[in-house]
């Protein structure tokens, strides 16, 4: 018994060790193309790392569950990445077995008329988690310091007043986001940030495969290769965002895409180790309550 529970400890440590690789640090300048390789992976089977996954997956169930009866915290989950980086597939893997009722997911596409006519942060805002739910925001509020950088266009059709259209945008919205976030966790939701990592070469592979299988060919858009030409414009925009907001109450965790699996596995152990942390337990009933349960099963052993 002894041996078994230093063999858990020690996987742990491990796994902890592995997750700390992946982690922002908050207030540190980092080198996403020198720091963070989108091929790493841990040496495992396929089949091995779904047993894995099955059994994570299983844990996750039980803390979502403390989650929900404790009503405490919420938990917002981000996921930011190039296109074909695995963000539903990694959603759909990690999340399947977790009750529906305490997780809610929402994809975010070009703002529309009306959402245009707020605040760029007002759509997210109306998705939120409420206290005891998993919210799962697959892009986020973080297009705005991504896409938008890159395509100056979509600043101009946001509806700015010019003075705050100038120089110094950049800095202003990564404050506001900052600031935002703080607010949430300081009210109770935790933010946990994903970045999946794919490689430009891993990228037009899964590209290739959208074009030639048939149940694959609705992913695909020509617009997805042409903002390939980007690549290394929106590089710099994650390196700059990331150099930005990763925070001690919101860091980012820069997650290896080019092998599916591993991506999934990652993600899983972020999720339970951010749930973890949080002490989850089921509420205590008073003894008053206590005493209405026992008249409750009488009551029901008479019948």
Known sequence: MASESKVKKSEEEYREKLFQQMLVPPGKKIDLKRGYDPGFSVEMTKPEAAAVLREGIKELAELESKLYAQNTYALLIIFQAMDAAGKDSAIKHVMSGLNPQGCQVFSFKGPSVEELNHDYLWRCVKALPERGRIGIFNRSY??????????????????????????????????????????????????????????????????????????????????????????KDYMDAYEDMFNHTSTPWAPWVIVPADDKWFTRLAVAQGIYRTMKRLDLAYPTVSGEHRLELEKARAILEQE
């Open 142 to 231: 973080y297009e705005e310091v991504l896409v938008a950088k890159v395509h100056p266009e979509i600043l101009e059709k946001q509806k700015l007043p010019p003075k705050y259209k100038e120089k110094g945008i950049w800095k202003r919205r990564y404050e506001e986001i900052n600031n935002f976030e703080k607010y949430l966790v300081q009210n109770g939701t935790v933010v946990l940030k994903f970045f999946l990592n794919v490689s430009k070469k891993e990228q037009k592979k899964r590209f290739l495969e959208r074009i030639e299988m048939p149940a694959k060919n609705w992913k695909f858009s020509t617009n997805d290769c042409k903002e390939r030409a980007y690549w």
